[in-house]
């Protein structure tokens, strides 16, 4: 046993994944990008200088303060307050931690019904292609804003806002989540349709496998590179889709509030001077969003093996 | 004689081409019409293959040799027929019911650079099968199993770790053989095992599957054109054409006596080395399309020897003296 076992890291460091990424800058970079502000979502209840949850920790005459170097600045306060007289800092450290919660939540669900559904569609084909497709096809003829604003409206008039603010992180997930799983559904099932014409599937059905072991053992793996691409792409639309929804006033309460909502309350300021509280969160949203995207662009140029040699 | 171990009686495969309702209908000549049109893959196909034999199916492209293979293993259902395994009719068996003729039958593919899962190593290859039908074994039994048909086919036990795509073409087969032997079958279907080797492997690979034929009892269905390795490997040979099998004989009685005029001609392509002046028989036109199929015998438009009952009749396939089975009106009215 000398040459013939390798272990997954080794395995890991001979592969083009990993060549291609030493030597892409803006991949490196990117990649430095989010690892640090994801480290700093997950951490941020001890990052954070103050808790923007704790209502006894908030100053009404503290609100409005500019950030560090500027006139009337509190060295307390680094990137100023809100109107409300919360830390920017630690607003933004937990909103950054919202937004990602829902992109990853949002997508997570995406793929799950997009794997199942895409599987299905592509495998059994016929009748159960035809109706799974169809649904997507109306899915995606409505825009997402557009689901996600008449659900988020009932919901909230039918749950009251105290009850909509416990549950709207929840709310998110699962309605960015429905509104854009047939992505992930007809990527997997183009994969599915190329992949299963192919002899180790026949070689697996000879073998009398049932078709959920051969869909989901033999298929799927083969299957994994595309869905890594879009659920890249996809994590930056939720979030984007959630800053819209904030915006709107029907995703995230002030009282939790998410990079969008952060943005839609510092927006009423905007002419009055405080152009902090608007700015800086829609800086981290923007950044947030951009490294997501150049990853994703990254990815794609490398799990797509006609690209191989540029 | 025995009773055969397989027997494929009147099976016919259409694929149908003209999609669903919707699509069928067209406007022409100021009506609507509904229009059908099918493949016909295999029209009629009888085949008796017996234990401990290798009945090799020859033919060009497209005479439905592969899928004669395919519907036998169950991938694709028959249009028309019936397939016996042991007396037992299997092609409208389903779910469990056909779980013991799965372990029983086992199939080898012609490509070996797709038959083997990208994302499997060797070990997990030759694993699953194992463990999906003998659910009770402990893993050491597991193993020595797994140990056992590596080595059959000479592949290195140390391979076990690595995927599919470290190996090449002769290797990945081999792997693939070990595959279908790891669950002790009785019968094996080869689709083309050797037609994608290199021909310095071929040879290699077509002598593992005998040693394993003479170790294991097995029997063959064998899928090929390559007509040498008919007259190496094959007990019997089916020579079909148009999804007709149009002959069958012994290996040595097909090649020292062809009696079909389609034989006659297939064997007389096959280049010589002392062949500096070829005889080959020259077949005119092409195949017929498989859509549009010809009345009577298939092969009437090309034959030399056809007549008026060639055109009308379908022949059937008789036994003559030399115990060739031969499909041809000519044969059978003493004309050939």
Not at chain 1, 14 to 31: C, L, T
Not at chain 2, 42 to 50: A, S, T
Not at chain 2, 273 to 291: A, F, K, M, S, Y
């Amino acid at each position: 046993m000398t040459t013939a076992t390798v272990s997954r890291w080794d395995r890991f460091r001979e592969s083009f994944v990993w060549y291609s990424f030493k030597r892409d800058k803006v991949a490196i970079i990117s990649f430095l990008v989010l690892l640090l502000m994801v480290l700093a979502a997950i951490f941020a209840p001890l990052l954070a200088p103050a808790n923007p949850y704790d209502l006894a920790q908030i100053n009404i005459m503290n609100s409005e303060m500019p950030p560090v170097g500027l006139d009337g600045a509190d060295p307390a306060f680094p990137l100023g307050t809100d109107a409300q007289g919360r830390d920017l800092l630690s607003t933004i450290l937990y909103g950054t931690r919202v937004s990602l919660m829902i992109g990853f939540g949002a997508v997570l669900l995406q793929a799950v019904l997009g794997i199942l559904f895409g599987l299905m569609a592509g495998y059994l084909g016929g009748k159960v292609d035809a109706i799974l497709m169809r649904i997507a096809d109306v899915q995606l003829s409505f825009s997402t804003l557009m689901v996600a604003i008449i659900v988020g409206a009932v919901f909230k008039a039918s749950f009251g806002n105290l009850m909509f603010g416990e549950i709207a992180i929840y709310m998110l997930i699962f309605i960015i989540g429905i509104a854009e799983w047939p992505q992930i559904a007809r990527t997997v099932r183009a994969s599915v349709l190329a992949e299963k014409k192919k002899e180790y599937v026949e070689a697996a059905r000879v073998m009398g496998f049932g078709t959920r072991r051969i869909m989901f053992r033999h298929i799927l793996p083969n299957t994994l590179s595309p869905i890594f691409v879009i659920a890249t792409v996809q994590i930056a639309n939720a979030i984007i889709s959630e800053a819209a929804l904030s915006f709107l006033g029907l995703g995230m309460p002030e009282t939790q509030p998410s990079l969008g909502s952060l943005i839609k309350s510092g927006f009423d300021y905007i002419q009055s001077g405080s152009w902090w509280i608007t700015l800086i969160p829609g800086l981290v949203l923007v950044v947030l969003v951009l490294v997501i995207n150049l990853l994703g662009d990254w990815l794609r140029d490398v799990m797509n093996p006609r690209l191989y040699k540029g | 004689m025995t009773s055969p171990l397989v027997s494929i009686r009147g099976l016919e495969k259409r694929f149908d081409l003209s999609g669903n309702l919707l699509e069928q209908i067209t406007f022409k000549g100021g009506r609507l019409r509904r229009k059908q049109e099918a493949v016909h893959a295999i029209n009629g196909v009888d085949l008796e293959v017996q234990k401990g034999e290798a009945l090799c199916v020859v033919g060009e492209s497209g005479c439905g040799k592969s899928t004669v293979a395919r519907t036998v293993m169950g991938l694709l259902s028959p249009s028309a027929g019936e397939i016996h395994y042991g007396g037992q009719r299997i092609d409208n068996l389903e779910g469990k019911a056909s779980l013991p003729y799965r372990r029983k039958m086992q199939m080898i593919f012609q490509n070996p650079y797709a038959s083997l899962n990208p994302r499997m190593t060797i070990q997990q290859t030759l694993e699953e099968p194992i463990r999906f039908h003998h659910p009770d074994w402990s893993t050491p039994q597991v193993r020595d199993k797994i140990h056992e048909v590596m080595h059959s086919v000479g592949i290195d036990l140390d391979w076990g770790s690595r995927f599919g795509h470290e190996f090449s073409g002769g290797q990945r087969q081999r792997i693939a053989i070990a595959r279908a032997l790891a669950v002790d079958p009785e019968f094996i279907v080869a689709d083309e095992p050797i037609s994608a080797l290199d021909v310095s492997i071929q040879a290699q690979v077509l002598n593992l599957l005998m040693d394993a034929q003479e170790s294991r009892g097995l029997t063959y269905l064998f899928i090929t054109h390559d007509l040498a390795v008919v007259e190496h490997f094959g007990t019997r040979v089916a020579v079909m054409y148009l999804g007709r099998v149009c002959e069958l004989a012994d290996t040595k009685t097909l090649f020292a006596t062809p009696r079909h005029p389609y034989t006659q001609a297939l064997l007389s392509a096959i280049p010589k080395l002392e062949d500096d002046r070829p005889n080959h028989i020259r077949l005119n036109g092409e195949v017929p399309t498989p859509v549009n199929l010809p009345s009577g015998c298939v092969f009437h438009g090309r034959c030399p020897y056809a007549n008026e009952r060639c055109r009308r009749e379908v022949p059937a396939l008789i036994t003559t003296d030399g115990g060739t089975q031969v499909a041809c009106h000519a044969v059978e009215e003493g004309r050939l």
